[in-house]
């Protein structure tokens, strides 16, 4: 059973504009998100996270929303570059451990 | 430079051999951890580490083995027993409690 879920595989989206990747949760005692970005034959690097305190946390071009009630989550990156293009995971834990349990991940693609 | 260093980058398996994947780290950081990543899919726990000395399965260690003998130093073994072992390995550490930090990855395939 998939605890965490991003049920966008790809998303495509104009040179400029609003990325939006979403994730979604099962598991009520995740309370510590994050979002990784991935380009291929590397590995994922930490973009930004949120812990359950708050609903919203920024970076620069990055925020994640955190919607509790919903169990969702969501980054926004604005403006999008090219060189956004990459795989986004989205990760969950608690505070038992740093267990990350990862979604599967969206591969996003920015267009000159 | 601290970092995580995982050796080699691409790997070939024979039929029946076991294969070894390296994981070095200097960022002094207690917890350890190897993922699998098939094509398409996310990252699946294989094993864990929080401190030297002790590991815990993960959601899939079936067919593999790990040892933790060294805080810096977390190697995988791909066991014969793994049937599927194609696939793309990550090894990250971290602080426990704090986000994970991941190695380049061992590209590995079956001859």
């Known amino acids: 059973d998939q605890q965490v879920k991003q049920n966008s595989p790809s998303l495509s989206v104009q040179e400029g504009r609003i990325s939006i990747l979403n994730c979604d949760y099962t598991?009520?005692?995740?309370?510590?998100f994050l979002w990784y970005k991935k380009y291929p034959a590397e590995g994922p690097t930490f973009l930004i996270s949120i812990s359950s305190i708050k609903d919203k946390n920024e970076d620069g071009r990055f925020t994640v929303f955190l919607n509790k009630s919903a169990k969702h989550l969501s980054l926004h990156i604005v403006p999008s570059q090219p060189g956004d293009s990459a795989v986004y995971f989205c990760a969950a834990s608690n505070n038992a451990g740093n267990m990350l349990t990862f979604g599967g991940g969206t591969r996003l693609m920015v267009k000159p | 430079d601290g970092g995580i260093t995982q050796s080699p980058k691409y790997l070939f398996r024979k039929e029946g051999q076991n294969v070894t994947l390296s994981c070095e780290q200097n960022?002094?950081?207690?917890?350890m951890y190897w993922y699998r990543q098939d094509p398409g899919q996310g990252l699946r726990l294989i094993y864990y580490?929080?401190?030297?000395?002790?590991?815990q399965k993960g959601d899939i260690a079936e067919g593999y083995s790990v040892s933790r003998e060294k805080k810096e130093s977390f190697p995988l073994t791909v066991t014969s027993a793994q049937k599927n072992p194609t696939a793309f390995y990550l090894c990250?550490?971290?602080?426990?409690?704090?986000?994970?930090?991941f190695g380049s990855g061992t590209q590995l395939s079956v001859l």
């Open positions: 598991n009520s005692m995740f309370d510590y």
């Open positions: 990250a550490s971290s602080i426990i409690g704090e986000k994970l930090f």
């Open positions: 960022l002094n950081h207690d917890a």
């Open positions: 580490s929080q401190i030297v000395n002790d590991f």
